[in-house]
C-alpha cells in the first residue's frame, strides 16, 4: 500500500499513523512548507499543496499512489483535487485502487432529534454542508467513472488528545449550553484513523457514518470531564445567551442522532464507543 492523504491536519495525521504498519509508503499533504515539518514527524513524507495545482514532485509521488484520502474541505467552486484531477485521475494515478473522502454528518441537516442511517434523506441548511454533499457526489462519480471503490466517510464532532473537553475546562473556555432536547454525536480521532484502515485494507467502499454509538446533550460531556478532573463544571448558560461563534451557533440548529450501524456490521468495532469511556481513557493517559 503506498497512500496518500491530501489535507494531513489532525485526522489525517491520526490516519497515517494508523496505516503506517500495514503501508509501505505513507505521504501527506499541507497547504505550507513550514507546516509540512510536522507531517515529517509523524513519520510522512510531505508535500505542499495549495489547492490549485499539482507540482512536479507531487505529481510523480502520485504515479505510484495505491490509497487515497481527501480531508480537504469542498469551497464554492467545489474539491480542490477533483477540480484539477478528476479528467485525468486514471493517468495520473495508474495504481491506484482505493479512494476515500472525509465528509461530515452535517450533510443529514436537522432531523428533529431522530435517528439517522446513511439511507436517511440528506437536508443540510448550512453552505458548508451543502458544498460536502456535492463533493460526496463528485467522489461517487469519479470512482464510478474510473472503477475504483470510494469510501465516502461522515465523521461526527471530531475529538481526542489535544482536542477536548479537559482543555477547555483548563483554559477557562468550557461552557455547559444547555438547550432543551438537544444532542449531539462525537469521534476519537483514533476511530477515524482506525476505520480508514479497516475500509482501506479491504479496499471496500460505500458511504459509512463515523460515529459513536451514544448521542447525548452536550452539556452532560462537560459534567463527565469536570467530574474526571475532581472540579465543579461550570455554571448552565442558556442556549440563547451563550458566547459562541456563529459558526459553532449554526451547528446547534441541527439536532439528529447518528447510527453507525452499517459500519459495525462489516465487523468494525470502535475503540471508544462512548464519551464516559473516552474521557476516562483520556484523563488516566494524561492525554489532554
Avoid at 74 to 91: C, F, W, Y
Avoid at 147 to 171: C, E, H, T, W
Wanted: a negative charge; hydrophobic letters at 40%.
Amino acid at each position: 500500500m503506498h497512500l496518500m492523504i491530501f489535507g494531513a491536519g489532525y485526522s489525517g495525521k491520526a490516519i497515517a499513523t494508523a496505516l503506517a504498519p500495514s503501508a509501505s509508503q505513507v505521504a501527506g499533504t499541507t497547504r505550507s512548507a513550514e507546516k509540512a515539518a510536522s507531517l515529517g514527524h509523524c513519520g510522512m513524507e510531505a508535500f505542499v499543496f495549495d489547492g490549485k495545482t499539482i507540482d512536479p514532485a507531487l505529481g510523480h509521488k502520485l504515479s505510484c499512489v495505491t490509497h487515497l484520502v481527501q480531508s480537504i474541505p469542498p469551497g464554492p467552486d467545489g474539491d480542490s483535487l477533483l477540480n484539477i484531477a478528476s479528467s485525468t485521475a486514471h493517468s495520473e494515478l495508474p495504481d491506484l485502487q482505493w479512494l476515500c473522502y472525509l465528509s461530515t454528518v452535517g450533510v443529514y441537516g436537522d432531523h428533529d432529534g431522530e435517528w439517522v442511517d446513511e439511507t436517511s434523506e440528506c437536508r443540510p441548511t448550512s453552505e458548508r454542508s451543502k458544498q460536502r454533499l456535492a463533493a460526496e457526489q463528485q467522489w461517487l462519480e469519479t470512482g464510478a467513472k474510473h472503477g475504483l471503490p470510494v469510501a465516502i466517510l461522515r465523521l461526527s464532532g471530531i475529538y481526542g488528545p489535544g482536542r477536548n473537553p479537559f482543555r477547555k475546562l483548563l483554559d477557562g473556555t468550557a461552557q455547559r449550553v444547555i438547550k432543551k432536547g438537544q444532542v449531539f454525536n462525537r469521534i476519537r480521532v483514533e476511530d477515524i484513523a482506525y476505520a480508514v484502515a479497516f475500509l482501506a485494507e479491504r479496499e471496500i467502499g460505500g458511504i459509512f457514518n463515523v460515529t459513536d454509538d451514544e448521542p447525548a446533550p452536550p452539556q452532560d460531556v462537560i459534567t463527565e470531564a469536570a467530574r474526571l478532573m475532581g472540579i465543579e463544571p461550570p455554571p448552565e448558560v442558556p442556549f440563547e445567551e451563550a458566547d459562541m461563534t456563529p459558526m459553532a451557533r449554526s451547528f446547534w440548529g441541527e439536532n439528529k442522532r447518528v447510527s453507525n450501524a452499517k459500519l459495525r456490521k462489516l465487523g468494525y468495532e470502535f475503540e471508544f464507543p462512548n464519551y464516559r469511556q473516552s474521557l476516562k481513557q483520556l484523563w488516566d493517559m494524561r492525554a489532554y
